[in-house]
C-alpha cells in the first residue's frame, strides 16, 4: 500500500472511529429504550407502553386496557435491529409470542418497529402503532 492509499485509508478509519464515538449516547439510550419496552409488554405496563410511542396522548380506554390484560407475552426475541445512517432513526424486528388467558394457546407475532430519536427530549419513541393482541 502506497503513501497515498495509507493516508485514505487512516482518514477513513478515523472518520468512522469519530461517527461511532459521536452516537453512541444514542445508541446506548436506544438499547435502554427497546429493553424498557420489552419489560413493559411482558409486565403488562401500558401507561409505559403508550408513553413510549411517538403519539403519547393516545390513551387506552378501560375496554381496551381490559382486552390487553388477556394477553401474557411469554417470550421477546430481538431478530434484527438497524440503526439508520443519520443515527436518528432505527429499525427493529421482533418475534413475541404470548398467549390468550382463556384459552392459553400460544401465538405469535412479528413487529416491525420503527424508532425515531427526538433531540429535544433526548428519547427514542416508536411511530408504528401499539401492539394488537388477538
Known sequence: MNMHHKTIFISFLLLLV???AGTQHGLDLLDKSMF???RALRWQNYDVVIAMHRNAQQKLTPAQREHMKKYRVTGYEQVY???GSDGKTATQVVEINYYREADM????M???NKWEYDEPTSSWHLLNPIPDFK
Open 18 to 20: 469519530s461517527a461511532c
Open 36 to 38: 424498557a419496552y420489552e
Open 81 to 83: 435491529n438497524q440503526v
Open 105 to 108: 394457546t400460544i401465538r405469535k
Open 110 to 112: 412479528t413487529l416491525n
